[in-house]
């Protein structure tokens, strides 16, 4: 685990991350990591996304879910593939972890029948919150609670 | 901009004629209007000066936030004596047309003894905040919202959705992938399209939507979780 220069604890977590969206043609290099939900048998891939408002859950994944369905607050988000209509649902999601612990979050995501291009942790409903840290010489993506979100 | 959400509770409120309502004293407690726009300036210090912004006509929110909401701002402060949404529930689903051939009779309000709060503008603030992408602005306002709106729903739900995430440590680990995605990039292309379920190099199942894989997989004894994965 990575500690400050005090030996106290800056990450609690540490697993292997994809730098390309496994078994895609898409070239370029980007940061998928391991999460999982509540409502499937195994874990699923998402983009880290530091340019993205909120976290987005494929439709696929948010109908197993029960999220396409819920009642929450109605919005439209800019994506690669023009504003999108959807809505912002509260659920509880994991990043899982291949060394030390895991971390549980109850968030925000954004999900919409029509978004089929895949999971994404955006930075201000959920990575401004954690800290993390990823190493490109050996794909480790490391993570932990901030100092007050920690409990 | 504004008027391009589907929100239907939104729309109904672009659309809406401005009632007529009586003028509040001043100084009154106000929401709406001249307060949001000082909160956009100084939100943590707006509301301690509410006397003075009670009693200012000029508005200037609309300019800042909603420029296509004029509809919704009136020359001076002002206060329903009803609550919102049931003059929203009242008097929307009546036709247009209907609506501009019946006078307004604000006589017919009940007389309440502490009037209500016209949270609307404030709502339609903050959507449009996050409608553009601003949360760390819309959580301000939110956190800055004085607490007699806080109970109100909409104002719940885009509290609750606008909340950080709890974080919790869980002692819970999965296995090292590397064989997984491994085995998608030199097979995913057979499968591009479709749900694959794999365990090590093992493919478990393939099917072409989520449900399907997760029925294959109902009847299975799994090693271990199993790496879900749509190929695009």
């Given amino acids: ?151 | 901009m504004l008027t391009d959400t589907a929100d239907p509770f939104v729309q109904r409120i672009l659309h809406r004629p401005p009632p007529a309502p009586p003028k509040p004293p001043r100084g009154d407690l106000l929401l709406g209007h001249a307060l949001l726009g000082a909160m956009l300036v100084e939100a943590p210090s707006a509301f301690e000066r509410l006397g003075a912004i009670g009693s200012s006509e000029v508005l200037f929110v609309n300019d800042i936030l909603m420029p296509g909401a004029n509809l919704l701002v009136a020359e001076e402060p002002r206060t329903f004596t009803q609550p919102a949404m049931e003059m929203l529930a009242r008097e929307v689903p009546a036709p247009a047309s209907t609506l501009a051939a019946k006078p307004v009779d604000a006589r017919a309000r009940p007389e309440s003894p502490k009037p209500e709060h016209d949270i609307r503008p404030f709502v339609l603030a903050v959507r449009t905040l996050i409608e553009n992408e601003r949360l760390t602005a819309a959580r301000q306002m939110i956190d800055a919202a004085p607490a007699y709106i806080l109970s109100d729903l909409l104002v719940a739900r885009l509290r609750s959705v606008l909340a950080p995430p709890v974080v919790k440590r869980v002692q819970k680990r999965d296995i090292d992938r590397s064989r997984e995605y491994e085995w998608l990039r030199t097979h995913g292309n057979e499968h591009r399209g479709r749900w694959v379920a794999l365990v090590g190099p093992n493919l478990l199942a393939s099917a072409p939507t989520l449900g399907q894989l997760r029925q294959q997989l109902q009847d299975m004894a799994l090693p271990n979780a199993p790496l879900l994965h749509r190929v695009d």
Avoid: C
């Fill in chain 1, 1 to 151: 685990m990575l500690r400050r220069p005090n030996g106290a604890n800056f990450t609690i977590g540490r697993s292997l991350y994809s730098d390309r969206s496994p078994g895609s043609e898409e070239p370029t290099a980007k940061v998928f990591v391991k999460i999982a939900v509540e409502a499937l048998p195994g874990p699923i891939m998402a983009q880290l996304d530091t340019g993205a408002a909120w976290s987005i859950l494929d439709a696929d994944i948010a109908r197993e879910m029960a999220l396409l369905d819920g009642k929450g607050e109605q919005t439209r988000i800019s994506t690669r593939l023009g504003r999108v209509l959807g809505r912002l649902e509260r659920t509880s999601l994991e990043i899982l972890a291949d060394d030390g612990e895991s971390l549980t979050l109850q968030a925000t995501v954004w999900v919409s029948p029509e978004w089929h291009a895949g999971n994404f942790l955006g930075y201000a409903g959920l990575l401004q919150h954690i800290r993390f840290a990823i190493d490109p010489s050996d794909n480790s993506f490391h993570f932990g609670p901030t100092q007050e979100a920690a409990q």
